[in-house]
């Protein structure tokens, strides 16, 4: 199985700062990663598909980059709602794996 | 809009068989490039990726689970399931229906997701 190791797994920030979180695939991977962010007893909501491609309706504060092994999210400007625990995906093959996760929590 | 809907029981022994069914609303089981798929989210939040099936019903699995796991399609009532057998305290979780979309490459994602259901093995 490919490994996703995420970082950091929690970090604390304020409304209006950027913040960036990365996710190393254990292989190359190309571009097949995914960004998700869960609520709160909520289920995942996908943010970012192919690295760097947002899905529709997602604020453009978030972006993606990366390619093969090494890939980052990065909120700009954050706002109260985005406070959360966010997820890497790599879809690149079976089984698809998750990073552990990154708390973002409000400085 | 399509929406997800999972149900089942909320508690199982252990050693039995957990099964769990997803119905698809707003759309179709049939429309192409979308696999139905199961995740699971561990107490401690980790997620895990369970398995997918397309409409033909062609089926991949969590090699992890594979001698457990089974994943099946009703197109004729927009449903899926799964079925996981000898279940242990181990597989106690919040279970995730989804679908995952490769309609396109830029989509690639589980861009729809049931609410989750917790599913509890304990006698």
């Known amino acids: 199985d490919i490994q996703m190791t995420q970082s950091p797994s929690s970090v604390s920030a304020s409304v209006g700062d950027s913040v960036s979180i990365t996710c190393r695939a254990s292989?190359?991977?190309?571009?097949?990663l995914a960004w998700y962010q869960q609520r709160p007893g909520k289920a995942p909501k996908v943010l970012i598909c192919a690295a760097s491609t947002l899905q529709s309706g997602v604020p453009s504060r978030f972006s993606g980059s990366g390619s093969g092994t090494d890939f980052t999210l990065t909120i700009s400007s954050l706002q109260p709602e985005d406070f959360a625990t966010y997820y890497c995906?790599?879809?690149?093959?079976?089984?698809?794996?998750f990073g552990r996760g990154t708390k973002l929590e409000i400085k | 809009q399509v929406q997800l809907q999972e149900s089942g029981p909320g508690l199982v022994k252990p050693s039995q068989t957990l099964s769990l069914t997803c119905t698809v609303s707003g759309g179709s089981t049939t429309s192409g490039g979308y696999y139905w798929s199961w995740i699971r989210q561990y107490p401690g939040k980790g997620l895990e990726w369970i398995g997918n099936i397309y409409y033909t019903g062609s089926a991949d699995y969590n090699p992890s689970l594979k001698s457990r796991v089974s994943i099946s399609i009703d197109t004729s009532k927009n449903q899926f399931s799964l079925m996981l057998s000898s279940v242990t305290a181990a597989d106690t979780a919040v279970y995730y229906c989804?679908?995952?979309?490769?309609?396109?490459?830029?989509?690639?994602?589980?861009?729809?997701w049931g609410q989750g259901t917790t599913v509890i093995v304990s006698s």
């Open positions: 995906q790599q879809t690149d093959s079976f089984p698809y794996t």
């Open positions: 292989q190359d991977i190309s571009k097949w």
């Open positions: 989804g679908r995952f979309n490769r309609v396109s490459p830029d989509t690639n994602g589980m861009d729809v």
